[in-house]
């Protein structure tokens, strides 16, 4: 059974930083595809960065400078620093991967950022 967990989320003040965390069990990590999603109150759910098995990112342009996607395969887990942070960045942050076909969502970590 695939899981995804993310921790780290919070409230911080314009400018701030975060890091956030995903641990993935029930996939083999290491050969997984990784990425962070976010949805804002009243929006659609969005492509944040992602992180493929061989360590290429791409970052939205929105995050890009900001944010910065890597992984620990020894931990299972994958990371999103964001910094610099805006409070249009507020939003649950939702962790991502897919194996056979079937998509996998964790069940996110809300950031605040307050002006």
């Known amino acids: 059974q695939v899981q995804l967990v993310e921790s780290g989320g919070g409230l911080v003040q314009a400018g701030g930083s975060l890091r956030l965390s995903c641990t993935a069990s029930?996939?083999?990590?290491?050969?997984?595809?990784m990425a962070w999603h976010r949805q804002a109150p009243g929006k659609q759910r969005e492509l944040v960065a992602r992180i493929f098995r061989n360590g290429f990112t791409t970052t939205a342009d929105s995050v890009k400078g900001r944010f910065t996607i890597s992984r620990d395969n020894a931990k299972n887990t994958v990371y999103l620093q964001l910094n610099s942070l805006k409070p249009e960045d507020t939003a649950t942050y939702y962790c991502?991967?897919?194996?056979?076909?079937?998509?996998?969502w964790g069940k996110g970590t809300l950031v605040t950022v307050s002006s």
């Open positions: 029930g996939i083999i990590f290491s050969n997984s595809n």
């Open positions: 991502y991967t897919s194996r056979a076909g079937m998509d996998y």
